[in-house]
């Protein structure tokens, strides 16, 4: 470890994520008391590289990634995916979660939170393959117009399904939350407090999906029953602070996806 160069209660998860986003912007990465009562904690201490590895390697990269002031930050690169350091994932493996993270991209930008990671999947060029939540600047970044129906846009499960046109983005340069929750085959997206998309993994729907989608090269993309964290590095200046989780209980056996 070393460090680098300078469903559930929604009026609970906001009071919580007020005090937490005071506490970011003061520098400081900390759990208020409700919300370790609550079962969160901190999947990122906010100092130093504990709890994450490179994808490619046992250790966290050498280069590309900046710690300072609680935000972890990936450097510019020119916009290439895999950018100077390449993605990082957490150490642990998660199934059934909630996933709280801050994020604030520059113009332009790329990136994305995925999980269901398996980093002994693609061991050639590019990024690990996961399940991803679309980081993007939708306005300037050509990738939004890709896809079908807007489905590499931000907050979406990149290339797989959009997001509400309903979602509320906040300027760029500004925070945004991401909040991920993962129980079963049930996926959500919340983007600043709101549900904007929902899916269900090992159904016929979401296999023809995949068969549709650039990930079709992979057998079974998506249906991993466990799997790490993954922050992309696409080459694109973003931003992170204020990550968290907490485990929720496995579905009961009966409705278990098979």
Same mark, same amino acid.
Do not use: C
């Given at each position: /470890?070393?460090?680098?160069?300078?469903?559930?209660? !929604?009026?609970?998860?906001?009071? #919580? +994520?007020?005090?937490?986003?005071?506490? #970011?912007?003061?520098?400081?990465?900390?759990?208020?008391? #409700?919300?370790?009562?609550?079962?969160?904690?901190?999947?990122?201490? *906010?100092?130093?590289?504990?709890?994450? =590895?490179?994808? =490619? +390697?046992?250790?966290?990269?050498?280069? *590309?990634?900046?710690?300072?002031?609680?935000?972890l930050t990936v450097l510019p690169s020119g916009g290439r995916e895999g950018g100077l350091g390449g993605d990082i994932i957490t150490v642990d493996e998660y199934s059934d979660f909630e996933l709280l993270v801050d994020f604030k991209i520059t113009p332009r930008a790329n990136s994305g939170i995925k999980i269901f990671v398996d980093p002994e999947i693609n061991k050639g060029p590019g990024s690990s393959i996961g399940l991803e939540y679309q980081i993007l600047d939708d306005a300037l970044h050509p990738d939004a117009k890709l896809g079908k129906n807007g489905n590499?846009? /931000? *907050? +979406?499960? !990149?290339?797989? !399904?959009?997001?509400?046109?309903? @979602? @509320?983005?906040?300027?760029?340069?500004?925070?945004?939350t991401a909040r991920i929750i993962s129980r079963g085959p049930h996926v959500e997206h919340w983007l600043n407090g709101r549900k904007i998309l929902e899916y269900t993994r090992f159904t016929p729907e979401f296999r023809q999906r995949v068969r549709e989608s650039k990930f079709r090269v992979w057998p079974g993309f998506g249906e991993l029953h466990t799997g790490h964290i993954l922050l992309q590095?696409? *080459?694109?200046?973003?931003?992170?602070?204020?990550? @968290?989780? =907490?485990?929720?209980?496995?579905?009961?056996?009966e409705t278990a996806p098979q």
């Amino acid at each position: /470890m070393r460090s680098l160069p300078p469903l559930l209660a !929604y009026p609970l998860f906001v009071a #919580a +994520s007020a005090i937490a986003l005071h506490a #970011a912007d003061s520098g400081i990465v900390s759990l208020s008391p #409700a919300e370790q009562q609550d079962g969160w904690r901190l999947l990122w201490d *906010g100092r130093t590289t504990q709890g994450w =590895r490179s994808a =490619r +390697s046992p250790d966290f990269p050498a280069q *590309g990634w900046q710690i300072r002031d609680g935000i972890l930050t990936v450097l510019p690169s020119g916009g290439r995916e895999g950018g100077l350091g390449g993605d990082i994932i957490t150490v642990d493996e998660y199934s059934d979660f909630e996933l709280l993270v801050d994020f604030k991209i520059t113009p332009r930008a790329n990136s994305g939170i995925k999980i269901f990671v398996d980093p002994e999947i693609n061991k050639g060029p590019g990024s690990s393959i996961g399940l991803e939540y679309q980081i993007l600047d939708d306005a300037l970044h050509p990738d939004a117009k890709l896809g079908k129906n807007g489905n590499r846009t /931000m *907050g +979406s499960l !990149y290339d797989l !399904y959009p997001p509400s046109p309903d @979602k @509320k983005p906040n300027p760029i340069g500004e925070w945004n939350t991401a909040r991920i929750i993962s129980r079963g085959p049930h996926v959500e997206h919340w983007l600043n407090g709101r549900k904007i998309l929902e899916y269900t993994r090992f159904t016929p729907e979401f296999r023809q999906r995949v068969r549709e989608s650039k990930f079709r090269v992979w057998p079974g993309f998506g249906e991993l029953h466990t799997g790490h964290i993954l922050l992309q590095d696409h *080459g694109d200046e973003v931003s992170f602070r204020n990550i @968290k989780i =907490r485990l929720l209980p496995p579905l009961p056996s009966e409705t278990a996806p098979q």
